[in-house]
């Protein structure tokens, strides 16, 4: 990327996330050429600096989302009341493979834009529909025309791994995007099923041979299970670097092997929740010493920001600790997990998964210039602002990002995106909604948003002599 204009934010609360997490009120952050120059007061900036008024406002690195499936943007919100089976039935079996290339493209541009505006400089698009090369240059062309870091995860849903991976359209848009690309880094994106043949291990000699790390949908209920980490483990592939995604139905035994073999795990909380793949795992994670990181997962339920992964997963692992106390009949009097932890997860916790962590991360000397600033003299919520790290977890949300840097590069300016265009984004997704639409027809299309609603029982209620049911209260008696 090119080298910008010197950017000084002045007065800010500053969340360094350095190693010592230290926290400056008051400070500045310089930026020259693309890099972290300095962090302090009072600081001394070239003459064509641009200034930016951080005071009021907090100051922190940019937020890594480490699993999103970027393509999916362009149906978003379909999925609201979906479960992880009327997931799987639309994209995996019915409908994601009337995705042409330029839906992928569409849902990338859109998603990818979404990504830069909440701050979240860093995004790894976790592309699961990429059925042909075609359809993978359409998503990164989306990702070159958006100025944010994006690490391609390639998979497609539509074959198994062993078969897309070896095949020579794979390797040729390998040397053509890759090698010769701008990607902030490249993973392959595939699953293990706990087939006992292990078929997926073409796909690891391959990814071994191009010396690109794995990610994984593991520990999904009903899905991935202890038994693919046993395979990945006795076959020598759970290697550092692997990231684990949601990992929220294995054993200890497996949490045990991703922690001794220098992988990590991305926790989708909001996706966990609502779609089914098991409990958000951070509070079995942290008793087994498991790096975190954060993700959103898709858009067709949840908007792609790391606000709402933070407060969820904040509020999840609180919730479980209190559950688990209190079925011991006991009482939780000190959280053991802090705010603090969780804006780590969602900035070191995702650089360190990337192995970006000397680049990305944090706001030190150096570092690459990824810079967020949250500030919002409008909102009510943002004053006063006492605990910072509890600011922008519980209180602040993606309407509050003021400005974003990316590579020294004002990409969001007092609220607006810069040399953007996210017209062009939207009349594309309208496209793909139109074609979808229209391939599909109508019934199904409503149908597939729509899932039947299940039998539930109401408990009679001894206490209740008002029938409230009718139109209006009837006594019984
Ligand atoms: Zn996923």
Redesign the pocket.
Known sequence: MSVERPVVFRNGLVLTMDDAHTVLPGADVLVIGGRIAEVGHHLSAPDDAEEIDASGGIVMPGMIDT?R?LWQTAMRGYGTDWTLTQYFVWYYLESGRHFRPEDIHAGNLLGAIEAIDAGVTTTVD?SHGLQTPQHADAAVDALEAVPGRFVLAYGNIQQGPWEWTTSDGFRDFHRRRVENGRLAGFQLAFDVTGDPAFPEKAAFEVARELGVNVTT?AGVWGATNDEGIRLMYENGFMTPGTVY??AATLSSDSYHRIAATGGSVSV?TE?EQSAGQGYPPTWQLRRHGVPVSLSM??SVWWSGDLFSAMRTTLSADRSREHLEAHGRQETVTHHALRAEQVVDWATRGGAKALGLDAELGALAPGRKADVVLIKNDDSPAMFPILNAYGHVVFQAQRGDVHTVVIDGRVVKRDGKLVGVDLDAARSKVSSTVDHLRETLGEEAWLKGQNPDLPQSELFDNPYQYTDYSAGEAQWKH
Do not use: A, G, Y
């Open positions: 699993h499936h976790w949908h995604v949601h989708s996706s997962d898709t």
